[in-house]
């Protein structure tokens, strides 16, 4: 089973931020926060990961609480492109990867 | 990022045949490759592990003789479905794991007729 736990669906104004929230209550101290995303009828798509320090790269910004239960996907300024499903994903990186239901996120004109 | 390629992205096949379907890991060696299968509408629930040169883990409630998946080497893995039927239309899906990162292949739409 999944350790994560996201809305289902989220909306945002193109140009405008995303944030994506994410809870893992139950994350062990070698686990790390993952997310991917999948467009439609494609394979997932690595955006970043973290440990407990925030994070960013080209793509997005990950926040994670001090206290590691929760995390939040920032992407800056959302385009039509991102309309995707986005999985939060807590892993030690030397085992299978479960997926959770994930966040449609669509991005509206 | 590292490459993994999968091969056919779509196949049409008849109820009762076989299919096969090819995982390349382009720029690494993959030990270790994963199968997915997505449903319409559903999140990717994994299938079974493939471990190169032995054989492969599989998740409850999949099939083996069903689904047999062979990895011979360090950049290949396919996975087989035998006697198609409709209800294993679907979605399939593999990864590669390269130290703590997973990529995934391009997935491969089956539609058994």
């Known amino acids: 089973d999944a350790k994560t736990t996201q809305p289902p669906s989220m909306d945002c104004a193109e140009g405008r931020a995303a944030n994506l929230p994410c809870n893992h209550s139950?994350?062990?101290?070698?686990?790390?926060v993952y997310w991917y995303r999948q467009i439609h009828s494609q394979g997932p798509q690595y955006i970043i990961h973290?440990?407990?320090n925030n994070e960013t790269n080209e793509m997005a910004s990950l926040i994670i609480t001090e206290d590691r239960k929760s995390s939040t996907l920032i992407l800056p300024h959302a385009t039509l492109r991102d309309t995707a499903v986005y999985y939060c994903?807590?892993?030690?990186?030397?085992?299978?990867?479960?997926f959770g239901k994930g966040t449609k996120l669509t991005v509206n004109p | 990022g590292a490459v993994v390629s999968q091969h056919p992205s779509w196949v049409i096949c008849k109820s009762g045949t076989s299919v096969k379907i090819e995982c390349r890991s382009l720029?690494?060696?993959?030990?270790?490759m994963f199968w997915y299968r997505q449903f319409p509408k559903q999140s990717l629930m994994l299938m079974a592990t493939?471990?190169?040169?032995?054989?492969?883990?599989?998740e409850q409630g999949v099939e083996k003789d069903k689904f047999l998946i062979n990895h011979a080497s360090l950049t290949l893995s396919t996975l087989t479905v035998t006697s198609a039927h409709p209800e294993d239309s679907s979605f399939y899906i593999c990864?590669?794991?390269?130290?703590?990162?997973?990529?995934f292949g391009q997935g491969t739409r089956l539609t058994v007729v």
């Open positions: 990864s590669g794991h390269q130290t703590t990162e997973a990529f």
């Open positions: 493939s471990n190169e040169g032995s054989k492969a883990t599989y």
């Open positions: 720029d690494f060696q993959a030990t270790t």
């Open positions: 994903i807590v892993w030690r990186g030397s085992e299978k990867l479960v």
């Open positions: 973290g440990l407990k």
């Open positions: 139950t994350i062990s101290g070698n686990e790390y």
